[in-house]
């Protein structure tokens, strides 16, 4: 069975500061591919970045980057420079490479950017 | 570009009435499934689909009922709403296979759904 875990209900970071939102996950799988979404107030899932579990370099996409440490089981997600519609929930969330394809989200971490 | 669409995203139901939450995707990927969102509680998978004429459990499947006749639609049923079932659902599909497919989700925009 698989697990995701975002230990971090809720985050507060300044405008222009970088944040680091927490995520570890559980599985027996040995390739699996992890996702971190943005969910804003409007309410739509917007798709972030993907990190494969057997990519050398750890993903980036434009301010958000990948801190994926395999050892740990930990795919933390780093946004850079913060801005105030970086406001949202975001969810990690990790598939298996094979079987079932099902992904498995965690409860999400709300962030708040402040000026 | 339509990618998933949902209808309706609001919905007031009784208790007992039965309703379709409709979501059909026009980008042909193979999966498509339908979590509901509760706060604190992240994204649960009710039912999930891998092609036409294939569906199976996910989660939380109690009260929910699903068909997939054709690659495009995959409506969801709510038999006989309960209060327990006021939630925001969202239909989400992706590709199973092929190229540098990451296998990202595509959602819906969520219907919301309240039964008094």
């Known amino acids: 069975a698989q697990k995701i875990t975002q230990t971090q209900p809720g985050m507060f970071v300044q405008e222009k500061e970088a944040v680091t939102l927490d995520c570890t996950y559980d599985?027996?799988?040995?390739?699996?591919?992890l996702f971190w979404y943005k969910q804003p107030s409007s309410g739509e899932m917007i798709f972030l970045i993907y990190?494969?579990?057997?990519?050398?370099q750890n993903a980036t996409e434009g301010r958000y980057s990948l801190n994926f440490q395999k050892a740990r089981k930990s795919a933390n997600l780093v946004i850079s420079a913060s801005q105030l519609g970086d406001s949202a929930m975001y969810f990690c969330?990790?598939?298996?490479?094979?079987?079932?394809?099902?992904?498995?989200f965690g409860r999400g971490t709300s962030l708040i950017v402040h000026p | 570009n339509a990618g998933v669409t949902q209808t309706p995203k609001f919905q007031v139901l009784k208790t007992g009435q039965s309703m379709t939450l409709q979501c059909a995707q026009d980008?042909?990927?193979?999966?498509m499934s339908w979590y509901r969102q509760d706060p604190g509680m992240g994204l649960r998978l009710i039912h999930y689909?891998?092609?036409?004429?294939?569906?199976d459990q996910g989660e939380v499947p109690n009260g929910y009922n699903v068909s997939r006749s054709t690659t495009e639609d995959f409506p969801l049923r709510l038999l006989s709403a309960a209060p327990s079932q006021t939630s925001v659902y969202f239909c989400?599909?992706?590709?199973?296979?092929?190229?540098?497919?990451?296998?990202?989700?595509?959602f819906g925009e969520g219907s919301r759904l309240t039964v008094l």
């Open positions: 989400a599909s992706r590709r199973l296979a092929g190229g540098r497919n990451t296998g990202e989700l595509f």
């Open positions: 599985t027996s799988d040995p390739s699996y591919g």
């Open positions: 990190q494969g579990s057997y990519d050398q």
């Open positions: 969330a990790m598939r298996p490479a094979g079987g079932s394809y099902i992904p498995t």
């Open positions: 980008m042909n990927h193979e999966y």
């Open positions: 689909s891998v092609g036409a004429g294939i569906t």
